[in-house]
């Protein structure tokens, strides 16, 4: 594989976006194009794209709208307020030729890095029970970030 690198999201990658969100999540839990179109067009630098080789290839993706609620909830995912405190993590996903490949660490290394150069001090994620040792782990490295993963 090559070498995975990142950038932000731009309108031009919604549809590898979609495929790969269907790909991830049961249809009652991935999101509909139209709310990645917004999450792209609202919070674009919270939205962190891998790709390997090309720049069009994406591998997979994180993205997070930010809250001034004081915890994660459904409702607190809904909107993106720019001057929120929360960064509430929506998707970490990977295509599924490139899982067991160690992509999902690297993506949560770069991303917590690309926060915390934003800014960001404090984020959350809703987890699936068998991956959510992973983002332990992976917040434990980061220093400068208070997490919680549900």
Sequence with gaps: MDQIRFRVARPADLDAI????REAFPPAEA???????LRVEQASLLFL???AGDDDNIIGYICGTKTNDKKLT???MEQHDPDGALLCIHSVV?????RGRGVA???MQA???HVEELGVREAALLSKEQVTPLYKVL???SHHISSKVY
Excluded: G, N
Aim: net charge negative; aromatic share 10%; proline share 3%.
């Design 105 to 107: 660490t690297k993506m």
């Design 139 to 141: 917040w434990q490295s």
């Design 18 to 21: 979609d495929l790969l969100e």
């Design 111 to 113: 991303y917590l890095k």
């Design 31 to 37: 999101a509909s194009l139209a709310k990645m179109t």
């Design 74 to 76: 459904h409702e607190s």
């Design 94 to 98: 990977v295509a599924p030729e490139h």
């Design 49 to 51: 794209i891998a790709y």
